[in-house]
């Protein structure tokens, strides 16, 4: 009776100890990021093919923040007389964003972005802004951040670009930015950024709504739609630009 007695205790310490004596899980890598591309092919009445791809690199410390994200689109289209390809889409941008972590909730940020449109109104479009911003919600199931800064933009005209000196406007701007995210299961999760851009010249307004399912592993499909305002625009044009896009794209340290 005594020996079993004692084979029970040892049973129920012996992975207490073990326990106990574990490491501690090694912190998550540092860099983290994914890429994405879609494609949209029509036939029939109209021929066009819509490409459209992007990619995000996040390095992660205890007090930093750096995310670099790029994307690109491009339309072509088949001319029914002619019966050639000729490109009506075709637009890229890049961002790097700098966050210094203050704390689990303040942070103070440094924003650069970059973009290039060859058929909207505007030909490139650069800025520069720095603010503060706060984690509202920090999950596990609701994140919520909002930014408020300020800073300078240069936009060259499309109107402008044959022009042999093309001129460059440059403003002053005010930036804000609402990012949001919503994990409504293990594999998927829906996401809502908003962010606005205002000077003397122009306030651009860009919404872009996504909604993500992991397929299996690192394979994920996400569904996009993107809403772009610009309040001052070329006679003639929309003041407002949409793209709906559905992509496959692969994480890593994720």
């Not at 625009?233 to 992509?247: H, L, M, S, W, Y």
Request: hydrophobic content about 30%.
């Amino acid at each position: 009776m005594r020996l079993q007695l004692l084979g029970l205790f040892a049973f129920a310490v012996v992975p207490l100890v073990s326990a106990q004596d574990a490491p501690p899980a090694p912190p998550p890598p540092p860099w983290s990021g994914e890429a994405s591309v879609g494609l949209v092919v029509t036939t029939g009445n109209s021929e066009s093919e819509t490409l459209n791809a992007k990619g995000e690199v996040i390095y992660q410390s205890k007090i930093w923040r750096n995310t670099f994200n790029g994307t690109a689109i491009k339309t072509q289209q088949t001319n029914k007389e002619t019966g050639l390809e000729e490109k009506t889409a075709e637009r890229y941008l890049a961002g790097n964003k700098t966050d210094f972590n203050f704390d689990e909730r303040n942070y103070a940020f440094l924003a650069l972005e970059y973009e290039k449109d060859l058929f909207g109104p505007t030909r490139e479009r650069t800025s520069e802004t720095a603010g503060y911003g706060r984690k509202i919600l920090t999950g596990p199931k609701h994140t919520l951040e909002a930014e408020i800064g300020a800073g300078a933009r240069q936009t060259l005209a499309q109107e402008t670009v044959d022009e042999p000196d093309p001129d460059r406007e440059t403003d002053a701007i005010g930036r804000g930015r609402i990012a949001y995210k919503w994990n409504f299961s293990d594999t998927s999760y829906f996401t809502e950024t908003a962010k606005t851009e205002s000077g003397s010249s122009n306030t651009f307004v860009e919404s872009v709504t996504e909604l993500r399912v992991t397929l299996i592993g690192k394979l994920f499909a996400v569904t996009s739609y993107t809403v772009r305002t610009n309040s001052e625009v070329p006679e003639g044009t929309r003041k407002t630009d949409t793209i709906t896009a559905f992509n496959l794209g692969w994480t890593f340290n994720k």
